[in-house]
């Protein structure tokens, strides 16, 4: 069972380059998120998608771009990092909408920005 | 969004109970109540949900205040892998897009001691 699964687990940039945060999920959910999880802090939500071709910003959404692709990915793009977000990324997902059906996370991406 | 307040950190002995509290005085009549927790260096996990009345699973017990302004993680015996931190989460109904806002607070830092 892969869960979620997030692409680079580590990743050291320079301040101005981009890059983006892969996640897939092979549970059939619906609903996908992105959290940013800053040293000694709790979880702040930066993007989150009800369903392919839709995406809501969360509390956190500048800097950043996402793209639905498909039921299964939900991709995080940097355009030009900054120090402040250096950070370790968390996607999540779960089954949609209804009360059963919890989070489940990956197990995180560790970005650096220099 | 209603906020939740925890107490930064907590210490419990091995193999007694553990109530951890969660005030969230300005919760609506439909949110849900959600608990998750993080173990170090892993993305957070499920522990259990309620609306109104109290719940139990393999995990925890959620006990839920009559007025439901606050509530109560309950650890029936905390073993030294109940150390991580815990967030208390107050989901929202579904918003125009179908799905829900998951906002992490701070949480609460459970050390168990041996």
């Known amino acids: 069972n892969a869960g979620v699964t997030q692409t680079p687990k580590f990743q050291v940039l320079k301040t101005g380059q981009s890059m983006t945060l892969q996640c897939a999920q092979d549970?059939?959910?619906?609903?996908m998120y992105w959290y940013r999880q800053d040293p000694g802090m709790g979880l702040r939500l930066i993007y989150y998608s009800a369903s392919e071709g839709t995406t809501d910003k969360g509390e956190v959404p500048n800097g950043y771009n996402v793209s639905r692709l498909n039921k299964r990915e939900f991709s995080l793009r940097l355009e030009s990092a900054a120090p402040s977000q250096t950070s370790v990324y968390f996607c999540a997902s779960r089954p949609g909408q209804g009360v059963t059906g919890e989070l489940f996370f990956g197990e995180g991406s560790r970005l650096t920005v220099l | 969004d209603a906020k939740t307040t925890q107490p930064n950190s907590m210490e419990s002995n091995e193999e007694e109970p553990v109530h951890l509290p969660c005030n969230h005085s300005?919760?609506?009549?439909?949110?849900?109540i959600h608990w998750y927790r993080q173990l170090p260096s892993q993305g957070p996990e499920y522990v259990i949900h309620g609306l109104t009345s109290n719940v139990n699973n393999r995990m925890a017990s959620l006990a839920i205040a009559e007025d439901r302004k606050s509530s109560t993680l309950i650890l029936h015996r905390a073993t030294l892998r109940d150390a991580a931190v815990y967030y208390c989460i107050l989901r929202p109904p579904g918003g125009k897009s179908g799905t829900y806002k998951y906002i992490f607070g701070t949480g609460t830092r459970l050390k168990v001691l041996a």
């Open positions: 300005t919760i609506s009549g439909t949110d849900y």
């Open positions: 549970m059939n959910h619906n609903s």
